[in-house]
């Protein structure tokens, strides 16, 4: 059964259909923002008539089975609701994968039960990974491009609007969302609740085996940029190339950084993260959540600090997370 929904780009058409757990609505790989390489994205074009949103959110390129997968134009959600929505809470999920892999389409973590066993919209939402959702630019292409270091977070801060404006339309409660994720997603809950540009986009906040520490000051930034231009054979004065080369090259050569970094260690590293820039990202995460800053916050009123307070947490770990990596790698006791 088809149905439609009206966003501020024009109409999208979903479908209706059974789960396990009840009847659900849903509506796959609609855009929320369009962005050009290590840009911030911007308004998605209207368009004219029906547009069908029946095939999931494209994944950000990455490294796959078969060699580079996934699409640029990745920055698109997911959204799964009970029939008969109106004003019910949302629950945004946020996909793990190390910061470099994984996608708002994975079917394991699909929100269409959940959705209907509980009642609540649940929506997923796309960003981009590797370089091109955390390169550092701005020392090499000019100011232009100083949000580059933060892209996949201002990915998700873009989402999270798109869904506060169209939260009524959805049949959804704009003031009771809740963000939650697992590994790097929840990493990225723990970043999105020490920035201040989130005030006023969600509610709560559910970190799944993810760390509020996931940042680096800009040194390690520049440091990463340098040592992708190498693999690349670039040197900086050409790092405009970056712009048009093949994104499968770049995928290709921000592996190979991660297995240069990660040589030596029981597990691959995060070599790309989150920036501390002083701006949108003020200092570690888990500083602004709780801890010194949080005292010195209450004294001074900051902004930053009161929203944070207001957002109710909660943060664990997924029993036997890894457990299926570690038996296809040979290496998990079985016992």
Do not use: K
């Not at 855009?31 to 494209?58: H, K, Q, S």
Request: glycine residues 14%; proline residues 5%.
């Amino acid at each position: 059964m088809g149905l439609e929904v009206v966003t501020s780009a024009g109409i999208v058409s979903g479908v209706r259909r059974d789960t396990a757990d009840g009847e659900i609505e849903e509506f796959l790989g609609v855009p929320y923002a369009v962005a050009e390489r290590f840009r911030l994205g911007v308004d998605v074009p209207p368009w004219t008539g029906i547009r069908e949103a029946r095939a999931g959110a494209p994944a950000a390129p990455q490294v796959g089975d078969d060699g580079v997968v996934g699409s640029e134009d990745c920055l698109a959600l997911n959204v799964w609701r009970p029939v008969g929505a109106a004003g019910l809470p949302i629950m945004v999920w946020i996909h793990g994968g190390g910061y470099v892999g994984g996608s708002a389409t994975d079917p394991i973590t699909a929100g269409d039960r959940l959705a209907a066993r509980h009642g609540v919209i649940v929506i997923s939402v796309g960003y981009r990974l590797g370089a091109l959702g955390f390169l550092s630019l701005e020392h090499l292409l000019g100011q232009e491009f100083r949000d580059s270091p933060n892209l996949a977070l201002l990915d998700l801060i873009t989402g999270l609007r798109w869904i506060r404006d169209h939260a009524l339309e959805l049949g959804g409660d704009p003031d009771r969302v809740t963000v939650f994720g697992q590994s790097a997603g929840g990493a990225a809950v723990s970043t999105l609740l020490g920035m201040p540009a989130t005030e006023g986009l969600f509610r709560r906040a559910i970190v799944q085996s993810g760390t509020a520490e996931r940042a680096q000051p800009p040194s390690f930034g520049l440091e990463r940029t340098a040592e992708l231009l190498d693999l690349l054979g670039l040197p900086e004065a050409e790092a405009e190339r970056l712009l048009e080369l093949p994104v499968e090259t770049i995928v290709r050569a921000q592996t190979r950084l991660i297995e240069r970094r990660s040589e030596g260690r029981l597990a691959p590293v995060f070599a790309f993260q989150p920036t501390i820039d002083g701006r949108l990202l003020t200092t570690l995460p888990y500083r602004s959540v709780g801890g010194r800053d949080e005292r010195r916050c209450r004294r001074d009123g900051r902004h930053q600090r009161a929203r944070v307070r207001r957002a109710r947490r909660t943060a664990g770990v997924v029993r036997r997370r890894g457990r299926g990596a570690a038996r296809a790698a040979g290496g998990l006791d079985r016992r």
